[in-house]
């Protein structure tokens, strides 16, 4: 009988997935643990392989079209069958999404309103669910958790039996443990008050709406429009920057540094690196700052968690890596895990490591979680200033520009030499302005004095 291979859960909040490329074609024989396609989800695009042999009978989701977890994207058939027969079967008696499959608690919380399957009912289809990552914690036999939110929970003291979940199946997820931290809060903050005002006002009287908002969509006058559809990524990336803005007070603060030693360290030591094919970049110099001065500035490597603030013993530092439009756009952290204990050797091989695996295979859920604080370098694409948006659960986000050649004042004397802005996105509820200019402070003594980064 045919096999159904369906879209997989490939992270913790994903919900659908959309199909960027297919490597194989009707016809193609395939063997277990082949990619068979790369499958962008809410984090990242990831290689699809299967996990059974067989021969591709069809080939059921489109390249672009975006599927729900559970939904059937191809159709594999086994030794001995006609190809034609088991596209035929598989549109004949599609598995219902509820069905049984190789991994059941995954399947099941992907389609949580899916009919059961009858008793009687003929299934002439069996479905393979390849979940590559973790599945769902079960709390007895009823309460579902995901092992990010079950790892909240436990760093904020929230009572898992005590929150209502709302992923698929009434599984309990990241935003479930979040919003429950910050119920536990005496008060909601007046902010958040008149933002759902705002939005009872604005539903009410949608007469008052500005017209381009009223017609999302709708084209310019007099102009010509070409229609993009919204990536998976590009979606869930809109929505969590929204709610950053929303939920998060930012402020900014930014503050210059000279580059001048930094440049010639990292000249020196890449010159003596050569033969180890070892070469550092001025983002490794600037990760290892920011952790050691996260060590000495622990509200910098902290997270709000409504009635109390979390300061966190394990220094990570997410950095920003842009994906190519090939592999379908959008922007993911990788984490550098204990950045504070790393070399620069380490940070700057496992920064290349996860920039690589990002713009090729796809993250991890683990490459993925768990930073503290979050840096977006654009000096390399000559940017000399900008701000960036607080990437939550952090406190803070350092946005870097390029170290750029200018006239500067060196010992009362005007020369030339290399500086650079970096500014500051922070969270008002964690850091206040002294806190902010002390961590500045800090960091521009690791980066103007990078002898104190090789210890």
Same mark, same amino acid.
């Given at each position: 009988?045919?096999?159904?291979?369906?879209?997989?859960?490939?992270?913790?909040?994903?919900?659908?997935?959309?199909?960027?490329?297919?490597?194989?074609?009707?016809?193609?024989?395939?063997?277990?643990?082949?990619?068979?396609?790369?499958?962008?989800?809410?984090?990242?695009?990831?290689?699809?392989?299967?996990?059974?042999?067989?021969?591709?009978?069809?080939?059921?989701?489109?390249?672009?079209?975006?599927?729900?977890?559970?939904?059937?994207?191809?159709?594999?058939?086994?030794?001995?069958?006609?190809?034609?027969? &088991? %596209?035929? /079967? =598989?549109?004949? +008696?599609?598995?219902?999404? #509820?069905?049984?499959?190789?991994? *059941?608690? @995954? $399947?099941?919380?992907?389609?949580?309103?899916?009919?059961?399957?009858?008793?009687?009912?003929?299934?002439?289809?069996?479905?393979?669910?390849?979940?590559?990552?973790?599945?769902?914690?079960?709390?007895?036999?009823?309460?579902?958790?995901?092992?990010?939110?079950?790892?909240?929970?436990?760093?904020?003291?929230?009572?898992?039996?005590?929150?209502?979940?709302?992923?698929?199946?009434?599984?309990?997820?990241?935003?479930?443990?979040?919003?429950?931290?910050?119920?536990?809060?005496?008060?909601?903050?007046?902010?958040?008050?008149?933002?759902?005002?705002?939005?009872?006002?604005?539903?009410?009287?949608?007469?008052?709406?500005? &017209? %381009?908002? /009223? =017609?999302?969509? +709708?084209?310019?006058?007099? #102009?010509?429009?070409?229609?993009? *559809?919204? @990536? $998976?990524?590009?979606?869930?990336?809109?929505?969590?920057?929204?709610?950053?803005?929303?939920?998060?007070?930012?402020?900014?603060?930014?503050?210059?540094?000279?580059?001048?030693?930094?440049?010639?360290?990292?000249?020196?030591?890449?010159?003596?690196?050569?033969?180890?094919?070892?070469?550092?970049?001025?983002?490794?110099?600037?990760?290892?700052?920011?952790?050691?001065?996260?060590?000495?500035?622990?509200?910098?490597?902290?997270?709000?968690?409504?009635?109390?603030?979390?300061?966190?013993?394990?220094?990570?530092?997410?950095?920003?890596?842009?994906?190519?439009?090939?592999?379908?756009?959008?922007?993911?952290?990788?984490?550098?895990?204990? /950045?504070?204990?790393?070399?620069?050797?380490?940070?700057?091989?496992?920064?290349?490591?996860?920039?690589?695996?990002?713009?090729?295979?796809?993250?991890?859920?683990?490459?993925?979680?768990?930073?503290?604080?979050?840096?977006?370098?654009?000096?390399?694409?000559?940017?000399?200033?900008?701000?960036?948006?607080?990437?939550?659960?952090?406190?803070?986000?350092?946005?870097?520009?390029?170290?750029?050649?200018?006239?500067?004042?060196?010992?009362?004397?005007?020369?030339?030499?290399?500086?650079?802005?970096?500014?500051?996105?922070?969270?008002?509820?964690?850091?206040?302005?002294?806190?902010?200019?002390?961590?500045?402070?800090?960091?521009?003594?690791?980066?103007?004095?990078?002898?104190?980064?090789?210890?």
């Amino acid at each position: 009988m045919p096999i159904n291979v369906t879209m997989p859960r490939l992270s913790d909040t994903m919900e659908q997935g959309t199909v960027v490329k297919w490597y194989v074609k009707v016809g193609d024989k395939v063997a277990s643990g082949q990619v068979i396609a790369d499958i962008e989800t809410d984090k990242a695009t990831m290689e699809q392989a299967v996990f059974d042999e067989g021969i591709i009978a069809k080939l059921v989701c489109p390249e672009g079209k975006q599927v729900k977890v559970g939904d059937v994207i191809a159709v594999l058939a086994e030794d001995g069958e006609s190809v034609s027969d &088991a %596209a035929s /079967a =598989s549109s004949a +008696a599609p598995a219902p999404r #509820g069905a049984v499959s190789a991994a *059941p608690a @995954s $399947n099941a919380a992907a389609a949580p309103n899916a009919a059961t399957a009858s008793s009687t009912a003929p299934v002439a289809t069996r479905t393979i669910v390849a979940d590559v990552h973790a599945t769902d914690v079960t709390d007895g036999d009823r309460m579902r958790v995901s092992p990010l939110a079950r790892r909240m929970a436990s760093e904020m003291g929230v009572e898992l039996s005590q929150v209502q979940g709302s992923g698929p199946g009434g599984r309990v997820v990241k935003r479930d443990v979040l919003l429950a931290a910050e119920n536990r809060s005496a008060a909601v903050p007046a902010t958040r008050g008149a933002q759902i005002a705002a939005n009872e006002l604005v539903a009410a009287t949608p007469s008052m709406m500005p &017209a %381009a908002a /009223a =017609s999302a969509g +709708a084209l310019v006058h007099g #102009g010509q429009s070409i229609e993009v *559809p919204v @990536s $998976n990524m590009r979606g869930i990336i809109a929505k969590r920057l929204v709610e950053s803005k929303q939920q998060i007070p930012h402020y900014q603060v930014t503050m210059k540094f000279s580059m001048d030693a930094v440049l010639a360290l990292r000249g020196s030591l890449n010159e003596q690196l050569a033969s180890m094919e070892v070469k550092l970049s001025v983002n490794d110099f600037i990760v290892r700052a920011c952790a050691l001065a996260m060590a000495k500035n622990p509200f910098f490597n902290a997270s709000w968690a409504g009635d109390r603030i979390l300061l966190h013993q394990q220094v990570n530092v997410g950095v920003a890596i842009a994906l190519p439009e090939e592999k379908g756009g959008g922007l993911v952290v990788g984490v550098v895990k204990d /950045a504070n204990l790393k070399s620069l050797r380490q940070i700057s091989g496992e920064i290349r490591s996860l920039g690589e695996k990002a713009r090729t295979k796809g993250l991890s859920m683990d490459e993925m979680s768990g930073a503290t604080f979050t840096i977006s370098n654009l000096g390399m694409f000559g940017v000399d200033n900008f701000t960036a948006i607080i990437n939550p659960p952090n406190s803070a986000i350092l946005a870097c520009g390029a170290a750029l050649e200018q006239p500067v004042v060196r010992n009362h004397q005007l020369v030339v030499g290399f500086e650079m802005a970096a500014t500051l996105s922070l969270d008002h509820r964690v850091i206040d302005g002294a806190m902010a200019s002390k961590y500045l402070q800090s960091l521009k003594q690791f980066v103007e004095g990078p002898t104190m980064l090789l210890v």
